[in-house]
């Protein structure tokens, strides 16, 4: 089993850069594909950005491409989002996520294909 806890969230204009942190508790970290989620008021939860066991393999939904970049340090038991050229419509409250269980897919996009959630981070770009 393994904890997540986000942090870096906060208010930022548009154009700005933040880099939210997950800090995973631990000891089998590095076997756990890890993910970013997020979901803004009134959406569904959608994936944003998500990394392989390996760290070699990352893929993200379209809008972010360019422009966040997602890592992970098994060391330090971290996973990190860097999000640059922040847009009013990236304001949502962004979760880790991990993901243990089999899957066909080296970095899943679906939530369904992740076990162990954070409690979330607000970021917030205003218009």
């Known amino acids: 089993q393994v904890q997540l806890v986000e942090s870096g969230g906060g208010l930022v204009q548009a154009g700005g850069s933040l880099r939210l942190s997950c800090a995973a508790s631990?000891?089998?970290?590095?076997?756990?594909?890890m993910g970013w989620f997020r979901q803004a008021p009134g959406k569904e939860r959608e994936f944003v950005a998500g990394?392989?066991?390996?760290?070699?393999?990352?893929y993200y939904t379209d809008s972010v491409k360019g422009r966040f970049t997602i890592s992970r340090e098994d060391a330090k038991t971290a996973m990190y989002l860097q999000m640059n050229s922040l847009k009013p419509e990236d304001t949502a409250v962004y979760y880790c996520a991990a993901g243990g269980t089999p899957s066909t897919r080296v970095v899943p996009t679906s939530d369904s294909e992740y076990d162990y959630w954070g409690q979330g981070t607000q970021v917030t770009v205003p218009s």
């Open positions: 631990g000891r089998t970290f590095s076997r756990y594909r």
């Open positions: 990394i392989s066991t390996s760290g070699t393999i990352a």
